[in-house]
């Protein structure tokens, strides 16, 4: 198993930036794949993106896409999240994920989560 913090989460205007982090320890991390999930009030929780071991590979959902960038550094055992152009609607609860053997869109798929960190972006 791996722990993981992720943190980075904050209040942003529309257009800004930010960077989530997701820290792993307990294991190796390059044996996990790393996935970002996000849960808005009143919402289920949706993925965001995700991405291989390796870094090879990686994933996004629509809404996203062209503004999000995922990518890990195994050497930190760290992940990241970087979120471009933020519009109101990212406004969620951000949660990283990591599984030893899935890549996919489906959370439950992912065997360890972080504990969450709060994105707000206003208009």
């Known amino acids: 198993q791996v722990q993981l913090e992720d943190s980075g989460g904050g209040s942003v205007q529309a257009g800004g930036s930010l960077r989530l982090s997701c820290a792993a320890s307990g294991d190796i991390f390059n044996n996990y794949t790393v996935a970002w999930f996000r849960q808005a009030p009143g919402k289920e929780r949706a993925f965001v993106a995700s991405i291989s071991w390796s870094g090879g590979r990686t994933y996004y959902a629509d809404s996203v896409k062209g503004r999000f960038t995922i990518s890990r550094d195994n050497d930190k055992n760290t992940g990241y999240l970087q979120m471009n152009s933020l519009i109101p609607e990212d406004t969620a609860q951000y949660y990283c994920?990591?599984?030893?053997?899935?890549?996919?869109?489906?959370?439950?798929?992912?065997?360890?989560w972080g504990q969450g960190t709060q994105v707000t972006v206003s208009s």
């Open positions: 994920a990591a599984s030893i053997h899935y890549l996919g869109f489906v959370g439950s798929r992912y065997e360890n």
